[in-house]
Each structure stands twice: as C-alpha cells, then as structure tokens.
C-alpha cells in the first residue's frame, strides 16, 4: 500500500483544526458527541489511508475513547497530530537522507567514469615508468 502524503496532510489538518475547536467550546453534551464522532471519522480516515504497520502504531498509542471527556478528546486528537507531525518529519529525514546517497552516488559514478577515461586509474604514464613526474636529475620531484 502506497502512502498518499496529500491525503494524510489532509487528515492532519482536520485534526488540528478540531484540536483548536475543542479548545474553545464549552464541553456542552452535544459538542462532546459531535467531537466523538469527528475523533471516530479521523481514525477511521486515517485508518484507510496507512499501511497496516503504520496504523497498527498509531492505534496503540491512542486510546479507545469512545465515552472520553473533552479533556481526553483534546489530548487524542494532539497524540494523533503529534504522531502524525513525526511521520512526515520521519518522512522527510528519510527521503533526505536518500537524496543524500543518490547525490553521492552519482558523484562515484562521475569519478569512476572520468578515471576510465584517463586510463590507467587517472595516471599518465612516461617512457621512464615514473607516472611523468621526475626531475631533470632523474630523481621523483617527491623525494
């Protein structure tokens, strides 16, 4: 299953938005229910759109709070924006660090291909067998 980034940035928005609200209604019964539906809708969203491990996680880190208090809806919804913030900076590190070694890579490739082309390891040789680097007196500029 691919990870579809757009749809999670989504879901984290919703999330956000509703951790806002949840903090500024009064915990009236009817916005607790309606926050208890919306934390439900989040989960199961966000329950389709991760692989099984990723969900699996997250599943274990928040809590079942289906009868939960507005205090404990606000705290669910952080723990899955926080979870959610670390994924895509997870994310992020990753594809960094991949850039990194493609970079790297193709740098090698660049300084393998440019040695084939000098031949003989990037060395130009001399009748005199010292690599073309002596001095009038026979001896290595070197020594």
Do not use: C
């Not at 938005?17 to 500024?24: G, M, N, Q, T």
């Not at 880190?61 to 669910?76: M, N, Q, V």
């Not at 193709?106 to 040789?125: F, I, Y």
Request: aromatic letters at 2%; proline letters at 4%; zero cysteines.
């Amino acid at each position: 299953m691919m990870l579809d980034p757009q749809k999670l940035m989504r879901i984290a928005g919703v999330t956000r938005e509703v951790l806002e609200e949840a903090r500024r209604i009064k915990p009236e019964p009817g916005a607790i229910d309606h926050l208890r539906r919306v934390h439900g809708q989040i989960s199961n969203e966000l329950e389709a759109a991760l692989p099984p491990d990723l969900w699996k996680e997250l599943d274990e880190l928040t809590p079942d709070i289906r009868d939960g208090t507005l205090e404990e809806l606000s705290l669910a919804h952080s723990e899955i924006l926080g979870w959610l913030e670390g994924l895509f900076q997870g994310t992020h590190l990753a594809l960094q660090a991949q850039a990194a070694q493609a970079a790297q890579m193709l740098r090698q490739q660049m300084a393998d291909a440019e040695r084939r082309e000098l031949g003989d390891g990037g060395q130009t040789s001399s009748e005199d067998g010292t690599g073309g680097e002596t001095t009038s007196g026979g001896t290595s500029q070197y020594l």
